[in-house]
Nanobody, 121 residues
């Protein structure tokens, strides 16, 4: 069974840092694009950052220069290093990945359950 599991969320003061992790498990042949999304209470889920299997990245304007996405394809793991957290950054951060189950199977769009991030003094 394919699944994504996030960890690393928590409570941090404004200006602080957190590092989120996302691990894909199960019978995985490969992983194409991966990304982090967040959803604050009462708001729509929004893209934070995405990374291709080759390492190309793109970020939401609101996090550029503060958040950094990376991945290790051999470990089926992705990270989001967050610096200088602001009061507008809180939410449930979810991992998204385009998983390939077998060499000849199509991509499967998979989501983790999310890890909460709270920014408060």
């Amino acid at each position: 069974q394919l699944q994504l599991v996030e960890s690393g969320g928590g409570l941090v003061q404004p200006g602080g840092s957190l590092r989120l992790s996302c691990v894909a498990s199960g019978s995985i042949f490969s992983i194409n694009d991966m990304g982090w999304y967040r959803q604050a209470p009462g708001k729509r889920r929004e893209l934070v950052a995405r990374i291709t299997s080759g390492g190309s990245t793109n970020y939401a304007d609101s996090v550029k220069g503060r958040f950094f996405i990376s991945r290790d394809n051999a470990k089926n793991t992705m990270w989001l290093q967050m610096f200088s957290l602001k009061p507008e950054d809180p939410g449930v951060y979810s991992c998204n990945a385009a998983l390939v189950h077998y060499s000849d199977s199509p991509e499967f769009d998979s989501w983790g359950q999310g890890t909460p991030v709270t920014v408060s003094s």
